[in-house]
């Protein structure tokens, strides 16, 4: 088993532990700490949906910086209870709400609830993010930001048919992440969010 940590926040330098389970690939701490840089360090009164949450780390991440609401979606038994597990040993959070489901099936039923920032970390060699992509931009807000991690570089023609434009993309390793945007709104990313191409 191994460990991440939370970078900062009110559980800054919590160790998060990683299960030992086959495709279990948890974002690197220097990589979540890449993309908070992005998103301007806080994530305060946004409502965040982690899919194929795994070891959780990237719902946790957000729950720390002030999340509102972080819904974890994890289809393995045992990750989704590490996870309620870390969260109750944490003190508790009623802002995260850990489901056990297949992240395609809770999708399709999952009402467009407009979420700020949505998290899509599959397991790779299978073709789901083309598959889920749709389903996760529905869920998405106007001004939403959804952040992919790859083992390639994703298509900006395939991403322009999903309505996205890429806003920060980097590579570490074999993996490659992006932060995503509906691509008509720029300037309502920039007022709202505080981001911009000098980030």
């Not at 993010?129 to 994703?154: D, F, K, Q, V, W």
Request: glycine letters at 10%; hydrophobic letters at 45%.
């Amino acid at each position: 088993m191994g460990q991440l940590r939370i970078i900062a926040g009110k559980w800054r330098r919590r160790s998060i532990p990683v299960q030992d389970l086959k495709g279990l690939r948890p974002t690197p701490d220097r990589v979540r700490e890449t993309l908070f840089n992005w998103l301007g360090q806080r994530c305060d009164g946004w409502r965040c949906l982690d899919l194929f949450a795994g070891s959780g780390a990237l719902g946790l991440e957000a729950a720390s910086r002030g999340a509102t609401q972080v819904v974890f979606i994890e289809s393995d038994a045992l990750a989704a209870h590490a996870i309620e597990q870390w969260v109750h040993r944490a003190g508790g959070a009623p802002e995260c709400q850990i489901v056990r489901a297949k992240a395609q099936d809770w999708c399709l039923d999952a009402a467009p609830e407009g979420f700020d920032l949505i998290f899509l970390d599959p397991p790779f060699g299978m073709g789901m993010i083309e598959r889920i992509i749709p389903m996760a931009t529905r869920l998405m807000a106007p001004t939403g930001l959804l952040y992919i991690e790859s083992e390639a570089p994703l298509d900006a023609a395939g991403m322009a048919a999903h309505g996205l434009s890429e806003f920060r993309a980097d590579k570490a390793g074999a993996v490659h992440y992006h932060l995503l945007q509906f691509s008509a709104s720029q300037g309502a990313q920039d007022a709202n969010w505080g981001l911009s191409g000098n980030v």
